[in-house]
């Protein structure tokens, strides 16, 4: 077994059956380093023992950024929808037939519209790659605020394109593909399907407020 000791606080920590001083990390509470050591011998008996708690396990880790992703609130994305369905209102254009008006911002966001863009086409693949990959990133290897960074980039897609409808298409797009990439590296293929939904649910949010923020401009 062992202990874990701590010269900056003085303190050490046994290790129980079954643990090894990999399962922990290599700083103490108080900031100094540990090291591990067969005995005590080498210890002042006035040492005072501690509690140390083991590092997160990959899997915990890969749960923790999960439920991140997850925990947007439900209803503030359906305030966003909500505020979508009074700009569509505001913005949109009288159609005649199949021929369809186009604001200076692109396409209204209204059903036919949307269903045109059922496919793979106009999907800017020079904007859509290198996003994607800064993504898969971003997803894979960093945590916390850092992650913040991958609804900035695919708010950006929406933003770059002058049509709304194309901008949340290829935002929808980056956001799926790079989660599907980013969970096949961390090795959660059996969430591998809901975080694709997840991505492609948030690109199309984010991709919705790029194109609203260029509206706006």
């Not at 399962?23 to 900031?31: A, N, S, T, V």
């Not at 540990?34 to 501690?50: A, M, T």
């Amino acid at each position: 077994m062992g202990f874990l000791i701590c010269g900056k606080c003085k303190s050490y920590y046994k290790l129980e059956k079954g643990e090894k001083a990999k399962d922990f990390g290599d700083k103490c509470p108080c900031g100094g380093s540990l090291r591990y050591v067969e005995n005590l011998d080498i210890v002042d008996p006035r040492w005072k023992s501690i509690f140390l708690a083991k590092k997160p396990t990959r899997r915990e880790i890969l749960k923790k950024k999960i439920n991140y992703l997850l925990s947007i609130p439900a209803h503030l994305k359906s305030r966003f929808f909500r505020l979508g369905s009074q700009l569509k209102n505001r913005f949109q254009r009288p159609s005649y037939g199949n021929t369809y008006y186009n604001s200076p911002y692109g396409r209204d966001l209204n059903l036919e519209s949307i269903k045109n863009e059922l496919n793979l086409d106009n999907i800017q693949w020079p904007v859509v790659l290198p996003v994607t990959v800064v993504i898969t990133m971003v997803y894979a290897f960093t945590s916390g605020i850092f992650t913040l960074l991958i609804f900035v980039l695919l708010t950006l897609v929406g933003y770059l394109f002058k049509d709304r409808v194309r901008g949340i298409k290829n935002a929808l797009i980056t956001g799926g593909f790079s989660f599907f990439l980013g969970s096949l590296l961390t090795g959660s293929y059996l969430f591998l399907i809901p975080l694709t939904l997840v991505g492609a649910i948030n690109g199309a949010v984010c991709g919705w407020i790029g194109g609203y923020l260029r509206m706006r401009r």
